[in-house]
């Protein structure tokens, strides 16, 4: 079964991912959500770590949600084709690393291919398997202006 993870990037919402019955169909991810609303919501995460900059990551199956100062600045989902489809907007994306570089406001750096309009990174350092990121608006402004 293929999961579709709704990306609208206008009100920066990612949706309730994974699918936790106790969770209800209205949950969803808002950046600025503290870690205990992201509990309340979800439930006990299958790991909470501190990462090498000190934010916090909430890994959920195979989705990290990231936290800075107690409010969620990220998200990453694995891009794995045969489980997840993206859709933008309410546009069905097939291939989002294609899809980013045939946009005229997309960067590639770092081995990430970025679009701030949006608030997407596709990162492309495993080419056997790329992960998307959604983060809220100015979070990756320092790695374009280096």
Not at 59 to 76: I, P
Not at 79 to 84: S, V, W
Not at 100 to 109: E, F, H, K, M, P
Request: aromatic letters at 14%; charged letters at 25%.
């Amino acid at each position: 079964m293929v999961e579709t993870i709704d990306i609208v990037p206008l009100e920066r919402i990612v949706p309730a991912y994974p699918p936790l019955p106790e969770a209800g169909a209205k949950a969803v991810w808002r950046f600025g959500m503290s870690r205990r609303q992201l509990l309340d919501a979800f439930g006990t995460p299958d790991e909470a770590l501190p990462n090498y900059t000190g934010e916090v990551e909430m890994l959920y199956g195979d989705c990290f949600a990231r936290f800075f100062d107690d409010r969620l600045v990220e998200c990453t989902f694995p891009d794995l084709p045969e489980r997840y489809r993206f859709r933008i907007d309410g546009v069905d994306v097939l291939s989002l690393f294609e899809w980013l570089g045939a946009r005229d406001d997309v960067i590639d750096r770092a081995r990430f291919r970025i679009c701030t309009s949006l608030g997407l990174a596709y990162d492309f350092r495993n080419p056997a398997q790329g992960s998307v990121t959604v983060f809220e608006a100015h979070r990756w402004d320092a790695l374009l202006q280096a």
